[in-house]
């Protein structure tokens, strides 16, 4: 059974510390803490005139700052982000992305778990990753039947969405 990359689990973490160290440091509201987050860093980094402001070509070099993105955050509707703004709405991407692979996880581990307990899998190596609620199933099995039998496993699994069946017959 294919195992949790540690890469993904640091992500997370880093994902989820984050977006925490963000929003507790909006909670407290002083700028001495939120100049210290990692989104003020990026924030200042962002800010190449250092007016404390960033407008929509400075924010566009955060990936996620797209004509969009910029309008959404923008709550002032002044055309331009402040720092509050902008961390605010990084950390709530954040916080969406950090629960989309948590749930993408669980998934994961819920289809892992129904395969090992179906008797017609023991011994069986089949991957299994989820992105989005996409399942890519991989790996080798002993027939057509078994084959049939993993997507019908992932398909049946709440958060699903599709299944991409990659597997293959030994031999």
């Known amino acids: 059974m294919k195992k949790i990359r540690t890469s993904h689990i640091a992500t997370l973490a880093l994902i989820a ?3 925490f160290g963000s929003t507790a440091a909006l909670a407290f509201g002083t700028a001495d803490t939120i100049d210290q987050t990692p989104l003020a860093t990026e924030f200042r980094n962002l800010d190449t005139n250092s007016n ?6 400075e924010a566009s070099k955060d990936k996620l700052f797209t004509k969009k993105h910029f309008k959404a955050a923008d709550v002032d509707g002044d055309g331009t982000l402040d720092q509050k ?3 605010e709405y990084k950390s709530k991407d954040q916080q969406k992305n ?3 692979v948590i749930n993408d996880s669980v998934i ?9 307990k179906d008797e017609g899998f023991k011994g ?11 399942v890519q199933l991989s790996g080798f099995v002993e027939n057509k039947a078994q084959i ?3 997507k019908e496993i992932a398909a049946g699994t ?6 991409h069946n990659s597997l293959i017959v030994k031999g």
């Open 17 to 19: 510390g984050v977006g």
């Open 52 to 57: 404390d402001l960033l407008t929509p070509a």
């Open 85 to 87: 703004e902008y961390s």
């Open 98 to 100: 950090a629960k989309r």
């Open 108 to 116: 994961t581990s819920k289809i892992k778990a129904n395969i090992l």
């Open 124 to 134: 069986l190596e089949i991957s299994v990753e989820t992105h989005n609620g996409v």
């Open 148 to 150: 049939d039998r993993a």
């Open 158 to 163: 709440e958060g699903v969405k599709s299944v």
